[in-house]
């Protein structure tokens, strides 16, 4: 039976967390496919990185070292991704939608003509009917993302090509770790099988990465305000209540574009998913956008003057007020409540 | 240095930033003729860094190529009114329905056809958000990619290019030829150009000639037929284009609807909120 295959993305030695949450969903697929989940990681120092993925159910995973490798080139990612794919035959290829996994999926998906999902939202296993051929296909994978802007979901599947590959964003799924005792295959490849001279023309002259300062999608307790806010100065309240919970601030795209709030806060399509325990919505309508990338949350509260803002209608608690006066209300009586 | 030889892949998308409630059917389908269609912005953002290039290597030759129905000629218009050199639509039913795979290999004959030394497209396309047909065009093409630029400058025939990572920034060279992909980050497009506008206000293709019969301005003035190709012009293989050349197929299609929940309403007052707290802290929410 052909494999599930996910790409780990390394950073200084570290599985990023989208690629984890990939294999968790990855692994989940395997025991409906009743095939098995393989991971590819390829950069310089990769000793670790066996103990890290384990832990998520993989059976067997593909290692690339190469002192060139360190950081991430298309053309000799492309071709030692590809080159495995040929061999190794999976039926399904996953990666992060990150600015990694979208430069190098739609290459390998040109390189082996085979169709390429990017930012799904969720991933299932069905089977399709092709009435114009009378033909029937079982086990696909349904690669399920919304389109036109977030207006429509599409569910769109690869019945004849493979591998069915598919990129997901940070945070859509979720990361489990499946046995921590889970020991899989070690298979080192070599890079020169796969790498020719002309792959790395591309010359990195500079690099500069920043640590993320701000991880608001691991946050259990999100306060998240949008341009109802009304100024930067008034998202203190927002700090000060989320620093009393415990939790993060997040932001509408509104009110990250009105500076408000840094990029790194967004919540929605074009920003981070999170699904806390507890999401407060100040001052945000609740435009499909947003809601993408938090409807998922185990409790929603709004506050919001409009009493028919959009985003009431997914929330379980609706407050109907001003953002400056309902919050240092809800801050005096959470310390109230708690001394 | 060797002469520049741009080609800037720019698409019409419907605007999907402005959907209004008649933006979609009764069947759930998209409206398109209710949204209007606009130059996708990031390949503004493209088009602005070829511009650019030209500003500073004026020898620089621009010609923007774009595939979609008669209309999108539109999109030619708008690069000649800016600067670019000449435009080709790329335009055949045979094209339709094409996904990210078969739209890349059809541009990627054009590519070949024009014989550039660099090619410029926008990250992604609104109306899909994909962007994979920069990268996927660089493979048929067997030539290196960058993607997600940010400034892109020419020296001693190399490309140096600024380019964004998901926390960082990184600089890097490539020789020519080289395909690089241009993200929102980047310089907003130059707005249009007064003397270009009234130069190439008329400039139009064969199909919408024949609707406009002003041949004439034409005849005089050759400089303002926009080229047209067909699967013919390029030499595509019919099996690789369309729906017959697209991997992937759409097997539903959603809108999207919010399903109500029965919500609890509380006003603002400290009472009512002092309550919902205590709550809260009961069923451990919070606290
Ligand atoms: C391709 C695309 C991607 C996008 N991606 C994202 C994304 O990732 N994330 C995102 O958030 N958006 C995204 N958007 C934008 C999205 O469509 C909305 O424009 C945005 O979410 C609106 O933000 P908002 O709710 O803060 O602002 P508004 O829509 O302006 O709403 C402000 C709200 O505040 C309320 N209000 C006003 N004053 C007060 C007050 N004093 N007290 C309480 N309430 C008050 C108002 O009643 C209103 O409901 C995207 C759009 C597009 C086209
Ligand atoms: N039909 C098209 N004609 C010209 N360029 C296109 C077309 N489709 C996509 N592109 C280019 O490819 C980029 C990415 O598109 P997409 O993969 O659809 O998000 C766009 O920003 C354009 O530069």
Redesign the interface.
């Known amino acids: 039976m052909n494999n599930i295959s996910v790409f780990c993305e390394i950073e200084n030695g570290i599985v990023a967390d989208v690629s984890l949450e990939l294999l968790t969903k990855a692994y989940h697929l395997s025991e409906k496919l009743n095939c098995k989940l393989e991971a590819i990681a390829i950069g310089n120092k990769l000793n670790s990185i066996p103990k890290q993925v384990f832990p998520y159910g993989v059976h067997k995973l593909f290692l690339v070292e190469d002192r060139r490798l360190e950081f991430y080139q298309?053309?000799p990612f492309?071709h030692i991704v590809a080159g495995i794919f040929k061999e190794s035959k999976p039926q399904i290829a996953l990666m992060g939608a990150?600015?990694?996994g979208?430069?190098l999926?739609?290459?390998v998906?040109?390189?082996l003509?085979?169709?390429?999902?990017?930012?799904c939202t969720e991933l299932e296993i069905g089977d399709?009917y092709d009435k114009k051929n009378d033909k029937q296909y079982n086990n696909l994978l349904?690669?399920i993302r919304?389109?036109?802007?977030?207006?429509?979901?599409?569910?769109?599947?690869?019945?004849?090509?493979r591998p069915q590959m598919a990129t997901v964003r940070e945070g859509v799924m979720k990361k489990e770790i499946i046995n921590k005792n889970n020991i899989g295959e070690v298979v080192n490849l070599d890079s020169n099988k796969y790498l020719n001279n002309t792959d790395f023309?591309?010359?990195?002259?500079?690099?500069?990465?920043?640590?993320?300062s701000i991880n608001i999608k691991n946050s259990q307790?999100i306060v998240s305000g949008g341009y109802g806010v009304g100024s930067k100065e008034n998202f203190k309240y927002l700090y000060e209540l989320a620093s009393v919970?415990g939790g993060e601030v997040g932001a509408s795209r509104a009110a990250v574009d009105a500076g408000f709030a840094d990029h790194a806060r967004q919540v929605g399509q074009t920003g981070v998913t999170v699904r806390p325990?507890?999401y407060i919505a100040c001052g945000i309508s609740g435009q499909?956008q947003h809601?993408a990338g938090m409807d998922q949350s185990?409790?929603i509260i709004?506050i919001n003057i409009d009493?028919d803002a959009?985003i009431?209608?997914?929330?379980?608690?609706?407050?109907?007020?001003?953002v400056s006066?309902?919050v240092p209300?809800?801050i005096?009586?959470?310390k109230?409540?708690?001394k | 240095m060797k002469k520049l030889k741009i080609v800037v892949l720019a698409k019409q998308v419907p605007d999907t930033r402005n959907v209004g409630k008649d933006a979609m059917k009764a069947d759930g389908t998209v409206n398109r003729g209710a949204l209007p269609a606009i130059f996708n912005p990031e390949d503004m953002n493209a088009l602005e860094q070829a511009l650019q290039l030209k500003d500073k290597y004026p020898d620089t030759e621009i010609t923007i190529l774009t595939m979609g129905p008669g209309r999108a000629a539109d999109i030619i218009r708008e690069g000649l009114y800016r600067g670019v050199d000449n435009g080709i639509l790329l335009t055949d039913r045979k094209f339709a329905g094409s996904d990210t795979l078969a739209t890349s290999y059809a541009l990627s004959l054009a590519i070949k056809k024009i014989e550039p030394n660099l090619i410029i497209a926008g990250r992604q396309a609104i109306d899909g958000d994909t962007a994979q047909v920069g990268p996927q065009v660089a493979e048929k093409l067997n030539i290196p990619q960058i993607t997600y630029a940010e400034s892109i400058s020419y020296q001693n025939n190399n490309i140096i290019v600024k380019r964004r990572l998901d926390n960082g920034i990184e600089t890097v060279q490539s020789p020519l030829p080289v395909l690089i992909t241009v993200g929102s980050s980047a310089t907003i497009c130059r707005a249009r150009n007064a003397k270009l506008l009234m130069k190439f206000k008329h400039a139009c293709t064969q199909s919408e000639l024949q609707e406009k019969s002003n041949d004439y301005i034409i005849q005089q003035r050759p400089y303002l037929k926009i080229s047209e190709w067909g699967v013919d012009d390029v030499d595509a293989d019919d099996k690789l284009l369309g729906l017959s050349g697209s991997p992937t197929k759409v097997k539903k299609i959603e809108n999207v609807v919010f399903t109500a929940k029965e919500s609890k309403i509380i006003n603002d007052n400290e009472a009512e909120i002092n309550e919902l707290i205590i709550e809260l802290i009961e069923n451990h929410t919070i606290g």
Do not use: C, W
């Open positions: 298309t053309l492309t990150s600015n990694v979208r430069d999926g739609p290459r998906s040109s390189k003509n085979s169709g390429l999902t990017a930012d399709f349904y690669q919304p389109a036109f802007g977030g207006n429509i979901i599409a569910t769109i599947i690869n019945p004849e090509h023309v591309i010359e990195i002259l500079e690099r500069h990465v920043e640590e993320r307790v919970l325990k507890l499909i809601t185990a409790m709004s009493k959009p009431n209608e997914i929330a379980d608690i609706v407050i109907t007020g001003d006066s309902v209300k809800i005096a009586a959470y109230k409540n708690t």
